[in-house]
């Protein structure tokens, strides 16, 4: 173990300027650590992971281990579980989830967590987590009763609650509710977030100060300020919770040293069971984790949360050696949302809501000015350059974000130098009536879809498909209601005057277009 006990104290960064990442000013930095500057960026996607398996060594001893040591493996986390889980039941007879949560446990419940997190401990050993490395010198809750660990890479980072006390970490409510997990998580006396309570975030932030400023022996409290995974290419932006007490937070790095990485779990990649399986015919996965010095925040970084959170992130990002990016957690969610209802595009619908913010479409909804008002989009007029683009959006045709947002409707297909402006339209209007009622993108789509804002039976599909569960046929039934006279066409009004003999569809169309409702994994 290397002994680390140099503090690191706050430095005032300037909140006008967030990519600003000094600890000290230039001219007393050395040439290695201005260099090491961390570096915002968005368009790395952080959310998307590729587990590229095209080695025939590797799968001959995949198909090898899964056979004759995987079995073994399962068979003994599956024991260490049902240990862990049945200390964790003792541990927790009797208790209330109030006395949980106000107060800490102190006597024979206190060391037999300890046994537990012993316990869990041998499971990730089972699990191929053999070769742990740790750096640094840990602090201890008096010093620093926060701990900031990133990048969050997957369920597997829950080594660090067994390596550290276990911790104490800020959950969803509903994991109480999990097999087995549930004691567990129960018994480390987490800071639980309920979804259905509207004042959770206020409510979680405030349990935050009481327990980091509390002078009773409550656990460290272990946050991933993340909020999500990512493939560790980028630090995504920081959430503020951990920052709003305002004390000492000791920042921990977690990094997978591995040839294969079977541990990242992002958005887009490998799901869960085939990590674990993967990870479980490894002979070894490697891990290591490092502490930092306590970071003690300035004055400004107290009374300022995200200015805190920054400069946290701008320290872990350039011991890590890597950029930070202006992704968030809320730009996961829009991915998801965005992938869950079929649309296309889906890992990109965050960067073209950053690149319309950046040319200042946002501000002006050109895109629904340019449907409602400009001619119908055919196959004859709907390929454009770059340079008729930007002339349709009036935005500068040789800026680096308008080329950025229009390679991203390029396809080879079709050529280098044209997109189809209707998938760029599909996804503007998308952003633009995002966080409303889903009619109201009904109401742009009958515009881009339509001539003159009538649409017709196989168009009418294409306007409702990506809003509700409906099938042609449904749709057609719907089409053939509004369109009375037979004409093959109907307008927005014509169907809005129809949609009440369809309570189902009305009621899921009045809802609004928002990715905060959904679940994600």
């Known amino acids: 173990m290397e002994s680390t006990t140099t503090a690191v104290t706050g430095n005032g960064i300037q909140k006008q300027e967030p990519d600003a990442t000094s600890r000290a000013p230039p001219a007393m930095m050395s040439k290695n650590q ?16 590729k587990l590229i398996w095209d080695d025939p060594i590797d799968k001959v001893k995949t198909v090898f281990l ?22 964790a039941t003792i541990g927790l007879y009797g208790l209330s989830r109030e006395e949980l949560r106000t107060k800490p446990l102190s006597g024979w419940r206190r060391q037999l967590r300890c046994y537990v997190a012993v316990v869990m401990r041998a ?23 926060v701990i900031c660990v990133a990048p969050h890479t997957a369920f597997y980072d829950s080594i660090c609650v067994v390596l550290f006390g276990p911790s104490a970490v800020v959950a969803k409510y509903e994991t109480a509710s999990l097999p087995f997990f549930g004691k567990l998580i129960d018994y480390a006396q987490p800071i639980y977030v309920c979804r259905e309570d509207p004042n959770s975030r206020q409510t979680t932030i405030k349990e935050i100060i009481e327990r980091a400023n509390s002078k009773e022996d409550w656990p460290q409290i272990l946050i991933f300020p993340e909020g999500t995974c990512t493939n560790r290419t980028s630090l995504i932006q920081f959430k503020p919770g ?47 984790i490092e502490f930092l010095p306590v970071y003690h925040p300035s004055e400004e970084e107290k009374k300022d949360p995200k200015l805190y959170a920054r400069n946290v992130r701008n320290l872990m990002a350039r011991e890590l050696g890597i950029p930070i990016s202006d992704y968030t957690f809320d730009d996961c969610k829009l991915m998801s949302f965005v992938k869950n209802i079929n649309m296309p595009y889906p890992q990109f619908i965050a960067d073209i809501e950053k690149l319309r913010k950046e040319l200042g479409l946002n501000k002006l909804n050109v895109e629904e000015q340019l449907v409602a008002e400009g001619p ?58 995002l966080y409303s009622p889903k009619m109201n993108y009904v109401r742009v789509l009958f515009q881009l879809h339509g001539d003159r804002g009538k649409v017709t039976r196989q168009s009418f599909y294409d306007t409702l498909k990506y809003l509700v569960k409906i099938s042609p046929q449904e749709a057609a039934t719907i089409f053939m209601t509004a369109d009375s006279e037979n004409l093959g066409e109907i307008s927005y009004d014509q169907f809005s005057k129809v949609l009440d003999k369809y309570p189902a569809i009305q009621k899921k169309l009045q809802k609004n277009n928002d990715p905060n409702n959904m679940k994600l994994n």
Request: with cysteine; proline share 7%.
């Open 123 to 145: 499971l990730f050993l089972f699990g191929s987590f053999n070769l742990i490395r740790m750096k640094g010198e840990r602090a201890s809750p008096k010093e620093a009763p």
């Open 376 to 433: 119908r989009f055919t196959d004859e007029n709907s390929y454009l350059t770059i340079e008729e683009f930007s002339k349709r959006l009036n935005i500068p045709a040789n800026s680096e974000s308008t080329k950025k947002l229009f390679r991203i409707f390029v396809k080879p297909e079709r050529g280098l130098d044209v997109i189809d402006v209707r998938e760029y339209l599909l996804l503007s209007l998308f952003l633009i009536t």
């Open 34 to 49: 201005m260099q090491k500057q961390p570096k915002e960026i968005h368009y790395v996607n952080p959310f998307v992971h």
């Open 66 to 87: 899964t056979v004759f040591l995987m079995p073994f493996r399962v068979i003994l986390i599956l024991v260490c579980l049902m240990i862990a889980w049945s200390l």
């Open 242 to 288: 951990a920052f709003y007490p305002g004390v000492p937070i000791q920042p921990v790095l977690v990094r997978y040293p591995n040839k294969v990485d079977t541990v990242t779990w992002t958005w887009e990649g490998p799901d869960a069971f085939q990590l674990l399986w993967r990870t479980l015919t490894q002979f070894h996965t490697y891990c290591e």
